[in-house]
T-cell receptor
Framework: DGGITQSPKYLFRKEGQNVTLSCEQN?????MYWYRQDPGQGLRLIYY???????QKGDIAEGYSVSREKKESFPLTVTSAQKNPTAFYLC???????????FGPGTRLTVT | GESVGLHLPTLSVQEGDNSIINCAYS??????FIWYKQESGKGPQFIID?????DKRQGQRVTVLLNKTVKHLSLQIAATQPGDSAVYFC????????????FGTGTRLQVTL
C-alpha cells in the first residue's frame, strides 16, 4: 500500500524535553510538509521541503526543527523552546507538479 | 494578513438533505482551491479541487463552485449521509508560493437522523 505513515499515534513527554516525530512516505513525492492543528482550529504550516536536503520555514517554525536527508523521510523535532507544544501534528506530501497534499494519520503530542 | 476563512463553524443537516459549506478567500492571486474532509483524530482526506479558470467541478455526490467575483468557494454534498459527518476545510494555493496550501479554520458538519 502506498501512503504516509506517522509514528507514534500518541506521544507523551515532560516539559523541557525534545521530541522527534516520524513521517515516512512511499509515494515517491518530492515535497513534504508538517502542520500543527490545535482543537477546533485549522492547519498551520510549520516547515516544508520541496527537495532532499532543502527545507523552508512555514508560518510557525519557532521552536521546531526538521531534516530531509532522504526523499521518503521528513522528521520533525519539537524542541524545549516551543512554548506550547501540546497539539495534533500532521505530515503531508505532494508531487511538486501538483497542489494536492496527501496526509498521514497524525501524531497527538501531549507535553506536561 | 490575507487568509482563507469560513462563514459557519457548525452546520447541522438532516440525513438525505443537501449540504452547502461555504468558504471566503481574500487573496486574488489564489489560483487553486481544494476541499478536505477530516474525521475526528484522523488526517484530512481529499474531496475535490478546482482551479481558478473553472467555475464548477463535480465529483461523486460533491460539487465545488467558485465565484471569483466575490472570492467565494462552496462545497455542495448531495443526499448527505451519516458518514459525511466531519470537519471540512477549504484551502488555497496562492500563485507564486510553490506548492504551499493555506487552510481555513474549518466547518463541522453534523448529520442528524
Amino acid at each position: 500500500d502506498g501512503g504516509i505513515t506517522q509514528s507514534p499515534k500518541y506521544l507523551f513527554r515532560k516539559e523541557g524535553q525534545n521530541v522527534t516525530l516520524s513521517c515516512e512516505q512511499n509515494l515517491n513525492h518530492d515535497a513534504m510538509y508538517w502542520y500543527r492543528q490545535d482543537p477546533g482550529q485549522g492547519l498551520r504550516l510549520i516547515y516544508y521541503s520541496q527537495i532532499v536536503n532543502d527545507f523552508q520555514k512555514g508560518d510557525i517554525a519557532e521552536g521546531y526543527s526538521v531534516s530531509r536527508e532522504k526523499k521518503e523521510s521528513f522528521p520533525l523535532t519539537v524542541t524545549s523552546a516551543q512554548k506550547n507544544p501540546t497539539a495534533f501534528y500532521l505530515c503531508a506530501s505532494s508531487r511538486t507538479s501538483d497542489y494536492e497534499q496527501y496526509f498521514g494519520p497524525g501524531t497527538r503530542l501531549t507535553v506536561t | 494578513g490575507e487568509s482563507v476563512g469560513l462563514h459557519l463553524p457548525t452546520l447541522s443537516v438532516q440525513e438525505g438533505d443537501n449540504s452547502i459549506i461555504n468558504c471566503a478567500y481574500s487573496n486574488s492571486a489564489s489560483d487553486y482551491f481544494i476541499w478536505y474532509k477530516q474525521e475526528s483524530g484522523k488526517g484530512p482526506q481529499f474531496i475535490i479541487d478546482i482551479r481558478s479558470n473553472m467555475d464548477k467541478r463535480q465529483g461523486q455526490r460533491v460539487t465545488v463552485l467558485l465565484n471569483k467575483t466575490v472570492k467565494h468557494l462552496s462545497l455542495q454534498i448531495a443526499a448527505t449521509q451519516p458518514g459525511d459527518s466531519a470537519v471540512y476545510f477549504c484551502a488555497e494555493n496562492i500563485s507564486g508560493t510553490a506548492s504551499k496550501l493555506t487552510f481555513g479554520t474549518g466547518t463541522r458538519l453534523q448529520v442528524t437522523l
